[in-house]
């Protein structure tokens, strides 16, 4: 806020960003209602009835080896998922994982159960796993999308979807969610309670993909080194534990470009740590 | 070029749901399987749909669409009670008649939708319809083969316990002849009414998971195997074999290794 022309009340965080999780995380659970209603004869008007599978993402990813090698899709995914990839991948080549920082419910609400985490353990939230394993850890996910896309590429099913938390999340009610995704869910769940989106540290494919465009995105966090306090609230603050005050550029695989440590939200200088393209005036 | 936040949400609305738009304007957007069965290629009914593609995605209200038997004749002869019965999947019939001895579904649908419309089906596997529809399939022309091949494939109507009660009670007088015919079905295909079933969206490699060698797959097919990812109706439609026979003969060869 500001009163004559002084800076009186800086925000904390990017609430812009809680609004846009808000938007999708109920544009997604209105949908697979609506799946849900239609199959049994009902249905919200001028709403996609879209199952979930049809809407992920990930399961363009999935499906690129069947498409490639015999011209059809995985059981239960259609052409959307398909564009639905091919956009994630635009904004991830321009912005880095925003899918995963703006978009994803699965993400939103792990970030949700966190808010009680940080109000139970304070500063020892986020910060249980011993560094060491922590890094280790970190590229599990990379395990797991090798995993997923091997077992889908020689069985052509969508066996991710037994283990899916996020088609768990909004499938929890119907006949067609997994034990195993129920599970999964309610261990993530409960995990966020100690640390910020662990599925999304350490288990999830897609991300793991995503996290690869941090390494070539065109618009990067930067620090500027010359203001710079060297006050660590950027570290601090991260999600992903990503030590943003010993580095001049994250480049770190985990960032979900939630812009959380830039001087728009935690940073207490202006301009100092900033999402830019660098070569772009 | 330093990016904030809001503008940040802005571009991210414009590209995903800009990219859908564009997808969609471009006929790329499809959140589900086409509910339009192929038509014949050949012969007396060329162009019209083929019922042997009806899948188990597509409501009563599809079948209306694409062979004009109103959704509610269709919830009739199944004996389905629903105030919506457009709306009502296919694929329900399987759960709705799960305590059926004989298998009621998909391929059930099929076989009423070509009696109905008198369009060619395969008969050489076992179909079986309840009551219900073979009343009134009798009310329609059949030829000599498809009255014996519907009476020696009629089941009893769902109990009140698994499904409604059928919207209309078939005539008792009319009804007789289907406790006979409840007799006649062959052993194998209680045996295949499990979850190992070779059906429209089966692929080759579940074929091989089965325990199904690809020799014997090929011995069934007369032909190498395809890429094992491969549907095999799919590859049956586009070799022009019947899917039904290739089905069946793979079916036995999976009910062989159990």
Same mark, same amino acid.
């Given at each position: 806020m500001k009163i004559f022309g002084k800076q009186l009340f800086r925000p904390r965080s990017i609430w812009i960003r809680r609004v846009v999780q808000w938007f999708f995380f109920l544009f997604i659970a209105l949908i697979s209602v609506n799946h849900t209603l239609v199959e049994s004869g009902g249905g919200i008007p001028f709403l996609s009835t879209a199952s979930l599978h049809a809407l992920c993402p990930f399961g363009g990813v999935v499906t690129?080896?069947?498409? &490639? *090698?015999? @011209? *059809?899709?995985?059981? /239960?995914?259609?052409e959307s998922a398909f564009v639905l990839m091919i956009v994630g991948f635009v904004l991830a080549f321009l912005f880095g994982p925003v899918f995963c920082g703006w978009v994803c419910p699965l993400g939103t609400v792990q970030e949700w159960v966190s808010k009680l985490g940080k109000k139970f353990f304070k500063r020892k939230f986020n910060h249980f796993v011993p560094a060491k394993l922590d890094n280790i850890l970190r590229y599990l996910r990379y395990v797991v999308l090798a995993w997923v896309v091997y077992v889908t590429a020689t069985s052509g099913t969508l066996i991710f979807a037994e283990y899916d938390p996020y088609f768990a999340l909004f499938n929890f009610w119907s006949s067609e969610v997994a034990v195993g995704g129920l599970v999964i869910l309610g261990v993530t769940l409960l995990l966020s309670l100690f640390v910020e989106r662990p599925?999304? /540290?350490? =288990?999830?494919?897609? +991300? =793991?993909?995503? +996290?690869? *465009?941090?390494?070539?995105?065109?618009?990067?966090? !930067? !620090?500027?080194?010359? *203001?710079? /306090? &060297?006050? @660590? =609230?950027?570290?601090i603050m991260c999600p992903m534990n990503i030590p943003v005050d010993s580095v001049k550029t994250v480049r770190d695989h985990q960032c979900i470009s939630c812009l959380e440590c830039t001087s728009e939200a935690i940073c207490p200088v202006a301009k100092t740590v900033v999402f830019n393209a660098g070569g772009i005036k | 070029m330093n990016l904030t936040s809001k503008p940040l949400a802005v571009i991210i609305f414009i590209i995903l749901f800009g990219g859908i738009s564009f997808s969609?304007?471009?006929?790329?957007?499809?959140?589900?399987?086409t509910k339009e069965p192929v038509t014949f290629t050949e012969g007396e009914f060329a162009g019209q749909y083929n019922p042997a593609d009806i899948r188990g995605s597509y409501t009563f209200g599809d079948v209306e669409n694409s062979f004009g038997i109103p959704s509610v004749i269709l919830a009739q002869a199944f004996s389905i009670e629903t105030d919506n019965p457009a709306a009502f999947a296919v694929k329900s019939l399987e759960e709705i008649y799960a305590a059926s001895e004989f298998e009621i579904g998909t391929a059930s649908v099929r076989l009423f939708v070509a009696f109905y419309n008198g369009l060619p089906i395969d008969l050489s596997t076992d179909m079986y319809l309840p009551e219900n529809a073979a009343v009134l399939l009798k009310k329609r022309t059949l030829t000599p083969e498809q009255i014996t091949y519907l009476e020696a494939h009629t089941v009893p109507n769902p109990t009140a316990s698994s499904a409604s009660d059928s919207p209309e009670p078939a005539p008792a007088q009319e009804t007789e002849s289907a406790p006979e015919a409840v007799t006649t079905p062959s052993a194998s295909t209680t045996e295949s009414s499990t979850e190992r079933l070779v059906k429209g969206k089966t692929t080759f490699q579940e074929v091989l998971d089965?325990?199904?060698?690809?020799?014997?797959?090929?011995?069934?097919?007369?032909?190498?195997m395809p890429n094992p990812l491969t549907k095999i109706k799919d590859y049956c439609n586009e070799k022009g074999l019947e899917f039904e026979t290739i089905k069946t003969a793979l079916q036995v060869e999976v009910d062989k290794v159990k």
């Open positions: 690129i080896y069947q498409y &490639a *090698t015999v @011209g *059809t899709f995985v059981q /239960k995914i259609h599925w999304c /540290k350490y =288990a999830c494919p897609y +991300g =793991a993909v995503l +996290g690869i *465009t941090n390494l070539f995105r065109v618009f990067q966090i !930067r !620090r500027v080194e010359s *203001t710079c /306090k &060297a006050d @660590g =609230a950027c570290s | 969609t304007a471009m006929g790329w957007w499809a959140t589900e399987s089965w325990g199904v060698s690809q020799e014997i797959i090929e011995q069934v097919m007369g032909a190498p």
